[in-house]
Nanobody, 125 residues
C-alpha cells in the first residue's frame, strides 16, 4: 500500500514536498515513480528513483526544479518541488515496481503494480 501526502495550495514560485509512505511490502526492493494528472489531461510520469536511490529520472518540464529522494529506513519516498508553476497543478500519484526501469521505460504505467491514492497540488498564479 502507498500513501501519498503533502499536497496543497501554493503560489507560483513556491515549494512543496510530497511524501509517499509504503507499507505491506519490502520497500527497499522497489523503484518508486511519481506521476501526475492535470485536469483534462492524461497522467504523465514526473520522476522516478530506483530502489538503490542511485538512479533518478525526471520529465524535462521539472528538471532543475523537482528532486526525488527516498529514505529506505522510513519506507518513504519524497518529491521536493521548487519554483512551482501553474502548469504543475495536478493530482500527484506515487507508484512502486520491482522493475529497475531504463530512461526510456520509467514512464510506462503498466510496469508499476502498486499505486497510491493521489494528492492534489494547486499552484496559483
Amino acid at each position: 500500500q502507498l500513501q501519498a501526502s503533502g499536497g496543497g495550495l501554493v503560489q507560483t514560485g513556491g515549494s512543496l514536498r510530497l511524501s509517499c509512505a509504503a507499507s505491506g511490502f519490502t520497500f527497499d526492493y522497489y523503484t518508486i515513480g511519481w506521476f501526475r494528472q492535470a485536469p483534462g489531461k492524461e497522467r504523465e510520469g514526473v520522476s522516478c528513483i530506483r530502489y538503490s536511490g542511485n538512479s533518478k529520472f525526471y520529465v524535462n518540464s521539472v528538471k532543475g526544479r523537482f528532486t526525488i529522494s527516498r529514505d529506505n529506513n522510513k519506507n518513504t519516498a519524497y518529491l521536493l518541488m521548487n519554483n512551482l508553476k501553474p502548469e504543475d497543478t495536478a493530482v500527484y500519484y506515487c507508484a512502486a515496481t520491482t522493475i529497475s526501469p531504463l530512461p526510456s521505460t520509467w514512464t510506462r504505467e503498466e510496469i508499476y503494480n502498486h499505486w497510491g491514492q493521489g494528492t492534489l497540488v494547486t499552484v496559483s498564479s
